[in-house]
């Protein structure tokens, strides 16, 4: 079954850390690849999406997210992190048939 | 641009009762979509529109939700009768047209219901 697999449900950093999100999707032929982040008490919105070319996607706020091919991966970045970052944030797969999985999202707070 | 609007922001029912949502997408949009979302999981496609014809509702509980989107424009969800499993965040998205042609999504702030 087409599905997308996020880790660590629950990370918790201080201002200025890293973040890295793991996102697993599994193998469907082409896939379209996408980030959204739904801030507390906001909607859905879309921080990067990958289509196709440069496996390195920027997308706003900082965030910039590597698709590797080869391990079916597409991982979410950001070198530091601030207060405003505090956000839940799903990895989505579109396989072309008219539907989007969702992984299970990652709940991030970050402590200032 | 107006977003996409949902509404009622929340709503708490008894089991059994019935529950109807609102959506009204970005003006133009002609692909519409409800997502159900479960307290710690990621959405999940209920149905989709293409103007006024379903396109996938093969995840809908048929035998007791319920989609229209008569006009092509606005979109409502019915519950009837609702259980509790069925306490979830339901979210409302639209797009120009389908994903894989690079046209994105626009979420709802959504409806959160609660059924006791």
């Known amino acids: 079954a087409q599905s997308v697999s996020q880790h660590n449900h629950h990370v918790i950093l201080s201002e200025a850390a890293s973040l890295e999100l793991g996102c697993n999707y599994s193998y469907g032929g082409t896939v379209n690849l996408f980030w959204y982040v739904q801030y507390p008490g906001q909607h859905l919105q879309l921080l990067l999406k990958?289509?196709?070319?440069?496996?390195l996607v920027k997308g706003i706020k900082g965030f910039e997210a590597e698709f590797i091919k080869s391990k079916f991966s597409f991982n979410l970045r950001k070198p530091s992190v601030q207060w405003s970052d505090t956000a839940e944030y799903f990895c989505?797969?579109?396989?072309?048939?008219?539907?989007?999985?969702f992984g299970k999202g990652n709940q991030v707070v970050v402590i200032p | 641009e107006a977003g996409v609007a949902q509404s009622p922001r929340y709503k708490i029912i008894e089991k059994r009762q019935s529950v109807a949502f609102w959506c009204n997408p970005i003006s133009g949009h002609a692909t519409l979509y409800w997502y159900q979302q479960i307290l710690g999981q990621g959405p999940k496609l209920l149905i989709q529109f293409q103007n006024n014809g379903v396109v996938d509702d093969s995840q809908l509980p048929k035998d007791r939700f319920s989609a229209e989107r008569l006009k092509g424009v606005d979109s409502t969800l019915k519950i009837q009768p609702a259980k509790l499993e069925d306490s979830a965040v339901y979210l409302c998205?639209?797009?120009?047209?389908?994903?894989?042609?690079?046209?994105?999504?626009?979420f709802g702030s959504g409806t959160r219901l609660t059924v006791v």
């Open positions: 998205a639209s797009s120009l047209g389908p994903a894989r042609l690079n046209y994105g999504y626009t």
């Open positions: 990958y289509f196709s070319g440069d496996p």
């Open positions: 989505a797969a579109y396989y072309g048939n008219n539907r989007l999985a």
